[in-house]
């Protein structure tokens, strides 16, 4: 036994003890690792995703303020496609100096059906849209304007369901898309139950809502295959381009007085450089990461910053219809992301 070179079994007993502790330490280190990791990845995901929903909101609170300025705009002596032109003039310069910069700077789309894409978005995130919604607030009243306007998100949400099955509503989200729906208009109506038919108004207040649904379809293939920047200066540029046949009909040109009275260049500056540059992008973006239908259902909350930017500036009263309905439109946008996340 003395040859034996076995250890002690007191002794063996001992290292396999420790040797099994360690291993418990260090698998505990690890899953305790891979835990933090996962729960880090779900929580920069959920911070992500806030983020994207947040942005779409504040780019609705801010062109749910453009009206107030373009009335202010109106009533100082421009019409509405002279301020639609100034504003996306002065925007697509800044955007063009700002992409010569960059190295990935292009002027053309990959193709010609590309390009084509981008002239259709133009029109109808642009000149038409622009067009059609500021010109039917003269042949019909503001609320029926508003109320049809703000209900393009049911349209988009159709118009895309039928080319797209993934972007479909199922379940909840029908639900919720229509409370939000039914919210808007117990805003905009305000409990004045009486809407003034105008079929000229009406019409050209709901072509408007179809340009900007159908902006949102045309959004999902040129999303995948091209920068915001891009996308953004292209609207931007056909938007302008398209406007050339409307002024060759009706001329018109503001007085430089005009423009260089420091409210009206004031007013210009922030239509151009916050609702329409910075906005525009910061859409294009949102939709490309929250999908078109989940963005452009935040422009549900237009009517309700509308007036609540009213009642800050222009002392509006706020009516118990106001809030009942922003409630309704609050409840129907969270079952609408709640499901589809």
Same mark, same amino acid.
């Given at each position: 036994?003395?040859?034996?070179?076995?250890?002690?079994?007191?002794?063996?007993?001992? @290292?396999?003890?420790?040797?099994?502790?360690?291993? %418990?330490?260090?698998?505990?280190?690890?899953? %305790?690792?891979?835990?933090?990791? %996962?729960? #880090?990845?779900?929580?920069?995901?959920?911070?992500?995703?806030?983020?994207?929903?947040?942005?779409?909101?504040?780019?609705v609170?801010?062109?749910?303020?453009?009206?107030?300025?373009?009335?202010?705009?109106?009533?100082?002596?421009?019409?509405?496609?002279? *301020?639609?032109?100034?504003? #996306?003039?002065?925007?697509?310069?800044?955007l063009?100096?700002?992409?010569?910069?960059?190295?990935? #700077?292009? !002027?053309?789309?990959?193709?010609? @059906?590309?390009?084509?894409?981008?002239?259709?978005?133009?029109?109808?995130?642009? /000149?038409?849209y622009?067009?059609?919604?500021?010109?039917?607030?003269?042949?019909?009243?503001?609320?029926?304007?508003?109320? *049809?306007?703000? $209900?393009?998100p049911?349209?988009? =949400?159709?118009? *895309?369901?039928?080319?797209?099955?993934?972007?479909?509503l199922? +379940?909840? %989200? *029908?639900? +919720?898309?229509?409370? =939000?729906?039914?919210? &808007?208009?117990?805003?905009?109506?305000? +409990?004045?139950? &009486?809407?003034h038919?105008?079929?000229?108004?009406?019409?050209?207040?709901?072509?408007?809502? $179809?340009?900007?649904?159908?902006? /949102? $379809?045309?959004?999902?293939?040129?999303?995948?295959?091209?920068?915001?920047?891009?996308?953004?200066?292209?609207v #931007?540029?056909?938007?302008? $381009? /398209?406007?050339?046949?409307?002024?060759?009909?009706?001329?018109?040109?503001?007085? !430089?007085?005009?423009?260089?009275?420091?409210?009206?260049?004031?007013?210009?500056?922030?239509?151009?450089?916050?609702?329409?540059?910075?906005?525009?992008?910061?859409?294009?973006?949102?939709? @490309?990461?929250?999908? =078109?239908?989940?963005?452009?259902?935040?422009?549900?909350?237009?009517?309700?910053?509308?007036?609540?930017?009213?009642?800050?500036?222009?002392?509006?009263?706020?009516?118990i219809?106001?809030?009942?309905?922003?409630?309704?439109?609050? &409840?129907?946008?969270?079952?609408?992301?709640?499901?589809?996340?």
């Amino acid at each position: 036994m003395k040859g034996n070179n076995a250890l002690p079994f007191w002794f063996c007993g001992c @290292k396999g003890t420790h040797i099994f502790r360690n291993n %418990q330490i260090i698998w505990a280190f690890f899953l %305790q690792k891979a835990l933090f990791s %996962q729960f #880090f990845y779900y929580l920069c995901n959920y911070m992500n995703r806030l983020l994207y929903h947040l942005v779409a909101f504040l780019v609705v609170a801010v062109w749910g303020t453009t009206f107030v300025f373009t009335k202010l705009l109106l009533i100082a002596g421009l019409t509405p496609a002279q *301020i639609f032109v100034l504003r #996306f003039v002065v925007a697509y310069i800044l955007l063009l100096a700002y992409s010569a910069t960059r190295h990935s #700077f292009r !002027l053309l789309s990959s193709s010609w @059906k590309d390009e084509l894409l981008m002239v259709g978005l133009g029109v109808t995130g642009g /000149s038409l849209y622009f067009l059609t919604e500021n010109s039917a607030m003269n042949y019909t009243t503001t609320t029926n304007t508003s109320l *049809i306007v703000c $209900l393009c998100p049911l349209f988009a =949400a159709l118009l *895309i369901a039928m080319f797209y099955r993934s972007e479909r509503l199922h +379940g909840l %989200q *029908i639900v +919720g898309t229509v409370m =939000a729906a039914v919210g &808007v208009v117990v805003v905009v109506l305000n +409990g004045h139950f &009486v809407l003034h038919l105008s079929p000229l108004g009406d019409t050209l207040a709901f072509v408007a809502c $179809l340009c900007w649904a159908l902006y /949102s $379809l045309l959004l999902i293939p040129v999303n995948k295959r091209y920068s915001t920047l891009f996308i953004t200066r292209k609207v #931007f540029f056909y938007g302008l $381009l /398209s406007m050339i046949p409307y002024f060759l009909i009706w001329p018109e040109r503001p007085s !430089l007085s005009l423009l260089l009275r420091p409210d009206i260049l004031m007013n210009l500056l922030f239509l151009s450089c916050v609702a329409s540059m910075l906005c525009y992008l910061l859409w294009n973006w949102a939709i @490309k990461k929250l999908g =078109a239908v989940v963005a452009t259902n935040y422009v549900y909350f237009n009517p309700v910053v509308t007036v609540v930017f009213a009642w800050i500036i222009l002392s509006e009263r706020i009516t118990i219809f106001f809030i009942i309905g922003t409630l309704l439109i609050l &409840v129907g946008m969270f079952l609408c992301n709640r499901v589809r996340k």
